[in-house]
């Protein structure tokens, strides 16, 4: 007895397939999504995409944020693969300013190491007079080596409505800032949903990284990529924003290849 299969594109590969025309259908877009991951015929589904048309597409996340930790010139030649990092965060600050999502920075001890990398000021800046993007809803300065400083906290706590619901966290180094501030928001904030973006930090010996992963995995947060969040941040190939984050994937597809080469294996050890 002979068996047939019938190849399937991913998902992955039909929304890198889109094109602008098929960017303005996005109901279609939804239905064979659908049909690829149900494994059902296209015409199937089609047939029945009036009742998708009639519901209102929504994001996957409520009140998503993104914390950017000590991304500094001074750790540029210290810190492995510091490029890919950059890369990472540059992708995910364009897609914070298409989906308008709030984005917290800080420094570590700035007169010493540094401001904020350059290539990551044009997003965080809102002209060249240099006062912060409206999107900035934090830019600090701080000693202690978690995020979460006491500024942080009293912002968070005079404005409750302002408390993320999920927090993407690139940065550095792996196992000191980004573990302490994911252990403070664990403790202070334990309804919101903590992700780290493997290929978005790094340490100064390579060696770290896993480790530190694997620890703040024990500890409840999730270990995943940036694109990863991009989507499950979005949530509905037929909200507004959605072609434009597809350009974005696009533009930025081989930095994510490097990047994944280069960090995402240590994100899956241990």
Known sequence: MSVSFVARPSLSLLYRSITPKSLSRPSTIAVSALAISHHLPFSQLQQRSSIMTDSTPRRGFEKPALFVCDIQEKFRNAIYEF????????????????????????????AKLGETVSELQPFLIKDAGGGPHPLVAADLDKTLFGMYTPSLAS??????????????????????????TCLALLKKHPNTKIYVIADGVSSCNKEEIP?????????????????GWMYECMGDAGIPEFREVVRIVKETGEGTREALRALGPLGAKI
Not at 86 to 102: D, E, M, N, Q, Y
Not at 165 to 174: F, T
């Open 83 to 110: 490029d890919k990092v950059v890369s990472t965060t540059t992708k995910l600050l364009r897609f914070a300013h298409v989906l308008h999502i709030p984005i917290y920075v800080t420094t570590q001890t700035r």
């Open 155 to 180: 912002l968070f706590s005079s404005s409750p409505s302002s408390v993320p619901s999920h927090i993407a966290l690139v940065g550095i180094e792996s196992h000191i800032c980004v573990t302490q």
């Open 211 to 227: 480790v530190a992963l694997a620890r703040l995995r024990q500890e409840g947060v999730t270990v995943t990529t940036s694109e």
